[in-house]
């Protein structure tokens, strides 16, 4: 299946060059990621985990960090991308594909749509199943809090919204701290880990509390 996300620019009347030129200007950000090459296609599922956990995303194969035109062999790399969607991501993930000329060298760009079955889960070198996220330029790891957030989603048809003092407990301790890591939290309030967990993504769900991720760690605070 093939698809073109809505955040993708119109190439229009563009060149290949140009069209690639405009991309590289944006830089790397929370839904574009640049690659000299695939190497690894469990690597790159990690990627593509984060976009369709996101908002979408796009990767432009055949370009340094420093965004110099390299080029690449696209067959090989369209396969290792296939190879990652279909083989390394659970659910599989749809990816449109294109070939652009530019600078006489051969870029390829992958976009990948936000899933609509969320999460989306990575097979990482030893067999693990990890969902990730994008944040800013980089892939981050998901929380127990976010899969039971998406878990909700999917189950939370009919639910009856109900607050009871384990609830109110914790947005208390919201309103006493900025806020609170996962660990504080159960400290804070002596529940077990899985029921702040499920608890905190319920309070998600209901837009009442967000997440925060502040020097390579999640937080939680009253949605402001």
């Not at 190439?11 to 944006?26: F, S």
């Not at 929370?30 to 593509?48: G, N, P, V």
């Not at 690449?72 to 790399?77: L, N, R, S």
Request: charged share 25%; aromatic share 10%.
């Amino acid at each position: 299946m093939c698809f073109l996300p809505t955040f993708a620019p119109m190439k229009t009347t563009l060149t290949d060059t140009e069209y690639i030129r405009n991309l590289i200007a944006e830089g790397e950000h929370q839904r574009q990621d640049f690659k000299f090459e695939i190497s690894d296609a469990r690597k790159i599922a990690k990627t593509l985990s984060a976009f369709a956990n996101t908002e979408g995303g796009r990767l432009l194969i055949g370009i340094k960090d420093n965004g110099k035109i390299a080029g690449v062999h696209t067959d090989e790399e369209a396969y290792m991308i296939e190879a990652a969607a279909q083989l390394y991501c659970r659910p599989q993930i749809a990816c449109h594909m294109q070939t652009y000329r530019a600078e006489g060298r051969n870029v390829l760009v992958a976009e990948v749509a936000p899933s609509s079955q969320k999460p989306v889960y990575a097979q990482d070198e030893s067999g693990k199943w990890l969902a990730y996220l994008r944040i800013r330029d980089e892939n981050i790891l998901a929380t127990p809090v976010h899969l039971q957030v998406w878990q909700q989603n999917e189950n939370a048809q009919g639910e009856l919204i109900e607050f009871t003092e384990r609830e109110q407990a914790l947005l208390s301790l919201l309103n006493d701290n900025r806020q609170l890591s996962l660990n504080r939290y159960c400290r804070l309030s002596r529940l077990s880990r899985r029921t702040v967990e499920y608890l905190l993504a319920k309070l998600i769900r209901y837009d009442i509390v967000e997440t925060v991720f502040d020097n390579h760690k999640f937080y939680f605070r009253l949605k402001q």
